[in-house]
């Protein structure tokens, strides 16, 4: 079949055509039903559409032959929300594809992933810029045709599912559903709570940002998504607008298999606006809805668009089959046809369609971020201090001073709890770095991160401006609301038990992936918690925590390897943090007679050492179980042994050291040694050696006092010692 080209019209031209301004009255004539469009595939003629028409059509086709030459992804919900997408990006998003980290844009999070090539599409043809590793726009496209030509292919722009920091103009790693939306959550909170620091009289608009998330089935149906959306409608999120795919397929087919509640009313009882546009390819009513977003100031809106997954695809559209898999040769001509489109074209982009973005998304973002530029040099004149702080943490600096008021804390045997020390710390350091905000999963009366300091507020929908956060009992979207928060870079910490890290895990992962400087800060880290008992005692997470690439764990001995942990933390710039303390009370070292806690800087380091730096045995702990080596250390001492005691706060910082360092630490040739850890020993051989002994605990633990505890699963000075007495004479047997 030969087909006319679509040409680009403009204005008049569609007085030509039967068709309204948008051209979707033509489509859904043919799109309400599967039988229909079968019948009406052959009466489609050639067409000439608007330039609208055309380029939604291209972002379709761009999709489908993306997957097509990939031969996997997902076609299916591109084809079908092409339209929503169109109409957001081209109509109202405030984003300059030629600067697509100015802080003040919308922010778009595809959070239906697997339809990463609807994003790709619009990055290609709005014409988004790559920016460099220090924020600097390099002139390339990000996603070049040729890269979506490579779609999921190694070393493409295109990965399978978008990445953040690896696609400029990507705002957030999707994939996992659910992520997206509530990654959103936190981009929101984190506008609000900048627009009430910054937002000053004669720029009160300086952070008005909104955030739009595209979602589906699956974020719906994820729990994720309820605590996000709960806590986004009790805070009355206004930037926030969630766009919900209402297309009843998922994989397994149609939703009526296991999802049939009612999406609005729910959302209704969040407190979120919601309303409804009942077909995908009206762009009028689309409009509307993001108007009505606009219009509202005191809630979230959910807008619901029913639409025709595979749109187009006479065989595919509205099965599960349009979802995963590529549409096949054929079936994609029929859809093309359907399109009007030239059949034999692949990666078409029509005449015009460039330029069409350019004139929509392209001049009004330009206008907009010039103008907000020239506004931030004037607000520099007027507040200097504000504007050098937000020049600071949008390039992930630290402020001038930040560790002025860092505390030292004097030998006690008694000591303190690390969640104790860490509080007095984090609030010494929020105090002078403004943007260091956060809070809890309703735990921070035990985890003690609240900042307690005059002025430091509660962040709320009556005071967005406050510093100390309320998560609510949702650890999952919590750790995501972070992620949000960092990317629009504040620094964020969020705390809770860490036995609940396995609550979050997803969104921490996801952190890791993004390499993002989360804070997170887990207390209540091992048997120690005592009475409470195995569903609370950490067993297996810290094994958990170390296999996860990207991240750095610590889990500081005592209240001055805390101040160091904290050190550490705030000038990470790529990597999330997890810091993990204690609800005991730990001693506080006597560095006098120990080694300094600056060693935490290296992961590892001789906290006690035998005499003549020439041990026969190494302790090597981490946390609270450093203080009992150092008693085994002593009693070892007094019975002519030669040990040495290594505190080991964090695995990863101490692979980080060169060689020679981790030569100096754990000498190859002394090898007997015993590790002492109040967790599950996996992975500790790496450490000890295949023939070293690891203390530590195989079961879930059990509700005691610490005290019994302690004594039942070993982790006494006489166990230690005991052990490396038992090392010795093994390692001597065998040399
Ligand atoms: C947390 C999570 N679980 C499972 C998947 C695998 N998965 C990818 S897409 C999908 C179905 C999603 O359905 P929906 O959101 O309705 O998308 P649509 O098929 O309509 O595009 C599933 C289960 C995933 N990506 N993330
Ligand atoms: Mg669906």
């Known amino acids: 079949m030969e087909v006319a080209a679509p040409v680009s019209l403009t204005g008049p ?16 004539e043919w799109s309400t039903s599967r039988k229909d469009l079968q019948m009406s595939v052959a009466a489609v003629s050639p067409v000439l559409q608007t330039i609208e028409q055309t380029s939604i059509n291209t972002i379709r086709t761009l999709s489908m032959d993306g997957v097509q030459a990939a031969t996997s992804g997902h076609p299916g919900t591109p084809m079908a929300m092409a339209p929503v997408a169109y109409c957001l990006w081209q109509q109202f998003l405030r984003f300059d594809p030629e600067d697509p980290v100015w802080p003040n844009r919308d922010r778009f999070v595809l959070s239906i992933g697997h339809a990463s090539m609807l994003l790709y599409s619009l990055l290609h043809l709005t014409g988004v810029r790559a920016v460099g590793k220090d924020y600097e726009t390099l002139g ?44 959103s959550v936190g981009m929101a909170m984190a506008r609000q709570w900048l627009a009430a620091r910054y937002n000053r009289p004669g720029f009160e608009d300086l952070f008005d940002f909104n955030v739009y998330a595209l979602c589906g089935d699956g974020c719906m149906m994820e729990g994720i998504s309820s605590e996000a959306a709960s806590l986004a409608g009790h805070l009355r999120l206004s930037n926030l607008c969630w766009i919900y795919d209402n297309n009843h397929i998922t994989i397994e087919g149609n939703t009526a298999l296991t999802f049939t509640e009612d999406v609005a009313t729910r959302f209704i009882g969040y407190g979120w606006n919601v309303t409804r546009v009942g077909d995908a390819n009206d762009l009028d009513m689309l409009a509307r809805a993001y108007r009505t977003f606009l219009a509202t100031k005191d809630r979230p809106t959910l807008i619901i668009v029913d639409s025709h997954i595979g749109y187009g695809a006479p065989h595919k559209q509205d099965t599960s089959g349009a979802h995963g898999e590529p549409l096949g040769e054929e079936e994609i001509r029929l859809a093309k046809r ?45 507040y200097p201090e504000l504007a050098e702080e937000l020049y600071r943490m949008q390039h992930r600096q630290l402020p001038e001073g930040w560790d002025r008021d860092l505390p030292e804390f004097p030998a006690d045997a008694k000591g303190l709890a690390t969640r104790d020390s860490s509080a007095k710390v984090l609030n010494a350091v929020a105090k002078n770095m403004p943007w260091l905000i956060g809070g809890s999963a309703d735990l921070a009366p035990s985890t003690k991160t609240r900042l307690t300091f005059e002025g430091a507020g509660e962040f709320s929908a009556e005071n967005y401006g406050g510093r100390n956060f309320h998560f609510g009992i949702r650890e999952h979207a919590m750790g995501a609301i972070l992620n949000g928060m960092s990317l629009v870079k504040v620094r964020p910490f969020g705390s809770g038990f860490f036995i609940f890290v396995d609550y979050m895990r997803g969104a921490l992962r996801l952190s890791a992936l993004m390499e993002l400087p989360v804070i997170y800060v887990f207390t209540h880290d091992s048997i120690g918690v005592g009475e409470d008992g195995p569903t609370h005692q950490p067993i297996e997470q810290l094994a958990h925590m170390r296999s996860m690439p990207g991240l750095i764990m610590i889990r500081p001995a005592d209240a001055n390897e805390v101040r160091e942990a904290w050190k550490v933390i705030l000038q990470l710039h790529h990597e999330p943090a997890v810091l993990v303390l204690t609800r005991q009370a730990v001693s506080t070292i006597d560095r006098t007679k120990y080694a300094s806690a600056s060693g935490l800087v290296r992961g590892a380091y001789i906290l006690a050492d035998a005499p003549g730096a020439d041990p026969e045995v190494i302790l090597i702990a981490t946390g609270s179980e450093v203080a009992l080596c150092l008693d085994a250390y002593q009693q070892l001492i007094k019975d002519g042994v030669r040990a040495r005691v290594v505190s080991m706060p964090s695995w990863e910082l101490f692979d980080d050291q060169d060689k020679s360092y981790r030569e100096t630490v754990l000498p190859a040739h002394v090898k007997a040694r015993v590790s002492v850890e109040e967790a599950s020993d996996f992975g500790w051989s790496k450490y000890t050696g295949c023939d070293g002994h690891n203390i530590g605990i195989e079961t879930f633990g059990a509700s005691a006092p610490l005290k019994q505890l302690l004594k039942k699963f070993g982790f006494t000075a006489d166990n230690i010692v005991a052990a490396a007495k038992d090392q010795i004479a093994r390692h001597r047997s065998t040399t």
């Not at 031209?13 to 859904?28: D, I, Y």
């Not at 330009?366 to 607000?379: G, M, P, S, T, V």
């Open 140 to 183: 390339e496209p990000s996603v070049p045709l040729d890269a979506i030509k490579a779609f999921r292919q190694l070393g493409s722009r295109c990965p399978g599912h978008p990445e953040y920091r690896w696609t400029s103009g990507v705002e957030t790693t999707t994939g996992p559903l659910g992520q997206g939306v509530a990654t």
């Open 13 to 28: 031209a569609c007085r030509w055509w039967p068709v309204n301004r948008t051209g979707h009255l033509l489509l859904r």
């Open 338 to 382: 359907n399109y009007g489109w030239p059949e034999d074209q692949n990666f078409y982009v029509p005449d015009g369609v460039y330029e069409h973005f350019r004139d929509g998304i392209g001049k009004r973002g330009k206008r907009l971020r010039d103008a907000w530029f020239a506004r931030i040099e004037e607000y520099r004149k007027q």
